[in-house]
T-cell receptor, first 114, second 113 residues
Framework: GAGVSQSPSNKVTEKGKDVELRCDPI?????LYWYRQSLGQGLEFLIY????????KSGLPSDRFSAERTGGSVSTLTIQRTQQEDSAVYLC????????????FGEGSRLTVL | GESVGLHLPTLSVQEGDNSIINCAYS??????FIWYKQESGKGPQFIID?????DKRQGQRVTVLLNKTVKHLSLQIAATQPGDSAVYFC????????????FGKGTTLSVSS
């Protein structure tokens, strides 16, 4: 596609359930990022993938959060045993190589944990 | 700790006025700064960036000013239009080869006609 695609756009789940959020980056972009945006807040860095290098997981808030990127393209963010404080918009971004500043963001997946 | 923040959470201007959105950062090692615009229901969009070896950079209707002495960044929008209404975020990182782009909390710009 022409831009970063995320799915689902909205997800409502019950506390304790696992959720998976998907990101399709722009074709050819080797770098992929996940951010979390809580209501009225800035963007909180979660994880970064660059090519075949080991991902930078330094922003993941707990071991309930994990992400993988298969084949250097699609990425899945998994949240296990969801908590109410996990409710937020999860944004994925990609860029051409390494870090350029010009990240191209998807429209996000809004997660609501009841 | 390191943080990037904005001085005002909201800014209201009249169409045609110039807007100035401010940002303070605390990490003196930051050397690359970016402004993003986020419209309702959308992901942030890149507006303009500036490296620490510059103090001013101009784009189309936008200017970013960097004052490293006081660790302050500003975004100036000339002849503000209703379409400029959005949340504006400043972001910073220590180096371009790094990873985490640290975002501030955002300033909501409202433009009335």
């Amino acid at each position: 596609g022409a831009g970063v695609s995320q799915s689902p756009s909205n997800k409502v789940t019950e506390k304790g359930k696992d959720v998976e959020l998907r990101c399709d980056p722009i074709s050819g972009h080797t770098a992929l990022y996940w951010y979390r945006q809580s209501l009225g807040q800035g963007l909180e860095f979660l994880i970064y993938f660059q090519g075949n290098s080991a991902p930078d997981k330094s922003g993941l808030p707990s071991d309930r959060f994990s992400a993988e990127r298969t084949g250097g393209s699609v990425s899945t963010l998994t949240i296990q045993r969801t908590q109410q404080e996990d409710s937020a918009v999860y944004l994925c971004a990609s860029s051409l190589a390494g870090y350029t500043g010009e990240l191209f963001f998807g429209e996000g997946s809004r997660l609501t944990v009841l | 700790g390191e943080s990037v923040g904005l001085h005002l959470p909201t800014l209201s201007v009249q169409e045609g006025d110039n807007s100035i959105i401010n940002c303070a950062y605390s990490n003196s090692a930051s050397d690359y700064f970016i402004w993003y615009k986020q419209e309702s229901g959308k992901g942030p969009q890149f507006i303009i960036d500036i490296r620490s070896n510059m103090d001013k950079r101009q784009g189309q209707r936008v200017t970013v000013l960097l004052n490293k002495t006081v660790k302050h960044l500003s975004l100036q929008i000339a002849a503000t239009q209703p379409g400029d209404s959005a949340v504006y975020f400043c972001a910073e990182t220590e180096n371009q080869a790094g990873t985490a782009l640290i975002f501030g909390k955002g300033t909501t710009l409202s433009v009335s006609s």
